[in-house]
């Protein structure tokens, strides 16, 4: 069972970290937020804002080269982008079990590459940039979990 809300559109760049640093604003010790989207989507553009809202102070850029970047701000903050694992990613030796089940916050682009091991409770984060579209992003949300449904409900609600 999950509740899907969305489409929801973000307007500019602004908008989309300001959902993230709503996320992350309310982060709490093993919350995971899964994010997918084409290239140019504005997943790294939410993650940045999630991690800001999580209290990190010095964000670095996207992790393309770095699969998993750990930050520290009011919780411990794991970065992950998969892209360049694909549909291999679960079988990467990264430690996945302490990142996805452990005491942080995952905040991973391309989750839909580690999919088989998500958390029973998740909120997934789908960006879209439409066809054409020069100055929108649409969101869609999946929440699995009162805690992250609620949380679905919060960010439908600001946008
Ligand atoms: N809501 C939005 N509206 C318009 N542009 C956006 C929006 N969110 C992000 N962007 C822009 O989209 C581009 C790609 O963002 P990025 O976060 O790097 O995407 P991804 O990590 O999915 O490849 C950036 O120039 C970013 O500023
Ligand atoms: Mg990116």
């Not at 709503?22 to 804002?49: C, D, M, N």
């Not at 916050?105 to 958390?119: F, G, I, N, S, T």
């Not at 020069?134 to 992250?148: I, V």
Request: hydrophobic share 40%; glycine share 16%; with cysteine.
């Amino acid at each position: 069972m999950s509740l899907e809300l969305g489409p929801l559109r973000l307007q500019g760049p602004g908008a989309t970290d300001a959902v993230g640093r709503l996320l992350g604003g309310r982060a709490e010790p093993g919350f995971f937020y899964a994010l997918s989207g084409a290239l140019g989507a504005g997943k790294t553009t939410l993650a940045q804002g999630i991690l800001s809202g999580a209290g990190v102070e010095a964000v670095g850029g996207s992790p393309s080269f770095l699969i998993v970047r750990t930050y520290r701000g009011r919780l411990t903050v794991y970065h992950v982008d998969l892209y360049r694992l694909g549909e291999g990613a679960a079988g990467e030796p990264l430690g996945w079990e302490e990142i996805l089940e452990g005491e942080g916050l995952a905040v991973v682009e391309w989750a839909e590459y580690l999919r088989p091991l998500w958390p029973a409770e998740y909120l997934w984060l789908r960006l879209e940039r439409p066809e054409g579209a020069e100055g929108y992003r649409l969101l869609r949300l999946e929440a699995a979990g009162g805690t992250y449904e609620r949380l679905a409900r919060e960010v439908a609600a600001a946008c």
